[in-house]
């Protein structure tokens, strides 16, 4: 494990080429700059989960568990569907924690942040996420919750934040959960 540089799997909860959690994940990175290795997990190909494919996982099943195994920390950046997790996201946490037993998100520290133009701003999928990494062996940080209000332009095209205060509360995010991920890695 580099804990110098610890590596993180970043989960995107969403597949839309103009994805504001994507843009937000950029710049979470961005903030984080030289402290953590962001690896970015690909979601797009992966069949719907069903047991029958346990005994033979299909290769993209095994590139997933292997980006989430090889990481010091995971890191959800998503948005809110129907008042939950986004089908794209569970569907790539129902694959990396089976086969039974070889559950790829074990002790791993991670935490949610997620970004939406409504005013609840993702809340009730964090929190159906937060339900769903006590059962996958996530250890997550609690504080500060993050859901951020999206709008045009609050991320620019290099990743940067506009706006201050929002700049400076996603870099004390990312302050925190990089302290929580060191802190677990001891
Ligand atoms: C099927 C669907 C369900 C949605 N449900 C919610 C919701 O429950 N709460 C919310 O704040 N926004 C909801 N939205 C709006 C999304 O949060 C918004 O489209 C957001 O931009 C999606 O994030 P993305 O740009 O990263 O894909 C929903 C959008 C879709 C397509």
């Known amino acids: 494990m580099s804990k110098q540089r610890p590596v993180i ?82 569907n790539a946490i129902d694959i990396a924690s089976r086969p039974w037993g070889t559950n790829s998100f074990a002790g791993k520290p991670g935490a949610v942040i997620g970004a939406s133009t409504g005013a609840i701003s993702t809340a009730l999928a964090q929190q159906h996420l937060r339900n769903i990494c006590v059962f996958v062996d996530v250890y997550m940080l609690a504080q500060p919750e993050a859901f951020v209000r999206y709008h045009d332009g609050l991320i620019a095209e290099d990743a940067s934040v506009t706006d201050d205060s929002v700049r400076e509360f996603l870099s004390k995010f990312v302050d925190s959960y990089l302290a929580w991920v060191a802190r677990l890695s001891n």
């Open 9 to 90: 799997a970043v989960l995107v909860g969403s597949l839309s080429k103009d994805s504001i959690n994507r843009k937000l994940a950029r710049a979470l990175e961005k903030l984080a700059g030289q402290r953590a290795e962001f690896r970015f997990v690909r979601m797009d190909d992966l069949p719907v989960y069903n047991r029958d494919m346990d005994s033979s996982y299909p290769p993209a099943y095994n590139r997933l568990k292997e980006d989430i195994h090889s990481a010091d920390a995971v890191l959800f950046v998503t948005p809110e569907n129907n008042r939950s997790v986004p089908s794209v996201l569970k």
